[in-house]
């Protein structure tokens, strides 16, 4: 067996939490109706907490009780964005990373993104093959069983494809598409970091509620039979500068 | 040794009627078999396997070691391979404790049952929860009806993250729908879900249709699990989920509707 130990630098999912606050009291005020009786909301993914917006710092903050709170959520904090210096001891006490220098590399890496794919749509140059690009593809999440009422899946970056259905009081969110084969049912939540590009795509569509970027809809008298329980596209349209949902089946020949 | 847990969510769907009689099932088939009831504060189990006057310590004693397991185990008067674990009337749910659960369960190991069948009480708290955690095998009951059906699914999916098999990323528990108080005169009026709508949303194999009956409300009533109760057609379908659940193939039956003939409406059934 190879006993060779190494250290590679890479990338790997989380969730960033921009919080304006910094007193978990406050934030437990704030976050109860949103979490309301749900223990561990999140699965244990791994946290960054960015604190660059908050505007008026305290001198003394309860850091591990902020760690506490994050974790009764169900997140792992494992690091820091957007602190002052004044903390850097109270952080290291607690194990907590600085990550304000990869954010910024992060941050450049993004924005040199567009500036890439602008000259694209210039006639002449070709885009070039994506393989080539640099930029690590959104993971997508496969679900191979059933999501069951209760239930939540969550994918914070990219999209997520259903391959035996959801079940009604289930919840599928994802930033980006969300794939259904099989009876989509429950709330289905695509573009839940603003993409307005998301689309919700499903071979038997019935959900209770669906939504993209935030424009959202429910189903209360039922769904019309036009798209009820048939393969359906869901994504948004813009109309004079208003967003709406539009819904309508797919041909499938 | 498995342990299969009867589970729901919802109440009133016939998780203990079930308990009661797939345990006597198993035991009838020479298989020894514990019986736990999980409903600490509500205890019904020995009301339905009629052994309620002989219940001296039951399960919380046990895991409080104020009894010794054998002391709290009692024999069915119907199967000599059957034995039941009462719950607690007085004690609270608080006194369900994973550590103390766990010692029941290998201590019954160490006994050399054959199987250990977790009378699940409703809902999705503390007592469901210690009755699915060590569980191999899950009976979903579920009634022909939307609101049980929703239950049921949301108990399936507790199964899926808070059972140890699931927790300890083992092979999942294995899942079997049952189906009691099923009408097959009301599914074909169109007042019930049939079998097969059940099926086809909560996606998971059926063992087995439990007709309506009043024979089970009179078998309740007497302290007799509905499997010993002969020529009733509770009895037989319990019998046939028994043998399903052991690998035999069995057709279903009890689950069409015929309208009676003219005769027989004219001159009453017999």
Redesign the interface.
């Known amino acids: 067996m190879s006993e060779d130990v190494r250290f590679e630098s890479g990338q790997f999912e989380g969730i960033v939490v921009r919080s304006p606050l910094v007193s978990p009291a406050r934030l437990a005020d704030v976050l109860h109706k949103r979490f309301a009786g749900t223990e561990s909301y999140f699965g244990g993914e791994p946290a960054v907490l960015d604190f660059s917006e908050v505007s008026d710092w305290p001198e003394q903050v309860d850091w591990s009780g902020l760690v506490a709170f994050f974790r009764r959520l169900g997140l792992q904090p494992i690091g820091v964005r957007g602190v002052p210096e004044s903390f850097d001891a109270a952080l290291k006490r607690l194990h907590l990373a600085q990550l304000d220098a990869t954010a910024l590399r992060l941050e450049a890496v993004r924005r040199a993104e567009p500036a890439k794919t602008a000259p694209a749509a210039a006639p002449e140059t070709p885009a070039p093959p994506p393989a080539d690009t640099p930029r690590a593809a959104a993971p997508t999440k496969f679900i191979d ?7 939540q899946i969550y994918a914070p970056e990219g999209d997520v494809v259903l391959m ?1 259905g959801s ?3 289930a919840e599928i969110i994802a930033a980006g598409s969300i794939h259904c084969w099989g009876p989509l049912r429950g709330r289905v939540l695509a573009g839940a970091g603003g993409n307005l590009q998301a689309r919700i795509v499903a071979t038997h569509f019935g959900p209770e509620l669906v939504s993209i970027a935030g424009i959202y809809q429910t189903f209360e008298n039922g769904l019309p039979p036009s798209i009820a329980n048939r393969a359906v596209q869901v994504k948004l349209q813009i109309i004079q500068g208003q967003s709406h949902l539009l819904i309508e089946p797919i041909d499938t020949i | 040794m498995r342990i299969v847990v009867v589970t729901s969510g919802k109440g009133g769907v016939g998780k203990t009627t079930t308990s009661a009689a797939f345990a006597s099932g198993l035991a009838l088939r020479g298989f020894k078999t514990a019986v736990i009831d999980f409903d600490v504060g509500l205890r019904n189990l020995d009301l339905i396997m009629g052994c309620e006057r002989r219940v001296v310590y039951d399960f919380v004693n046990v895991l409080q070691g104020d009894a010794k397991l054998t002391q709290a185990l009692i024999k069915d008067k119907h199967v000599d391979t059957l034995h039941i674990l009462p719950a607690s009337q007085t004690k609270d749910k608080d006194a369900l404790t994973e550590e103390g659960v766990e010692k029941v369960i290998k201590e019954l190991e160490t006994m050399g049952f054959d199987y250990v069948v977790c009378d699940s009480p409703a809902g999705i708290e503390r007592g469901a929860l210690m009755a699915l955690l060590f569980a191999d095998e899950a009976i979903v009951v579920t009634n022909p009806e939307v609101s049980s059906v929703r239950d049921s699914d949301r108990i399936l999916g507790i199964l899926q993250s808070k059972s140890r098999r699931a927790m300890e990323g083992r092979e999942p528990v294995k899942e079997h729908l049952l189906v009691t108080r099923y009408s097959a005169k009301r599914v074909e009026e169109g007042e019930m879900l049939s079998y097969k709508d059940i099926q086809e949303l909560l996606r998971i194999p059926l063992l087995g249709v439990i007709p309506e009956s009043d024979a089970v409300l009179q078998a309740s009533n007497q302290g007799v699990p509905a499997i010993h109760l002969k020529g009733t057609d509770v009895a037989e379908a319990y019998a046939d989920v028994v043998s399903r659940f052991l690998g035999e193939d069995k057709p279903l039956r009890f689950v069409s509707y015929e309208k009676p003939s003219l005769i027989k409406r004219l001159f009453g059934s017999t």
């Not at chain 1, 069983?145 to 239930?151: L, N």
Request: charged residues 20%.
């Open positions: 069983r059933p999501v069951r009422s209760g239930q035996a079940n009604p009081g």
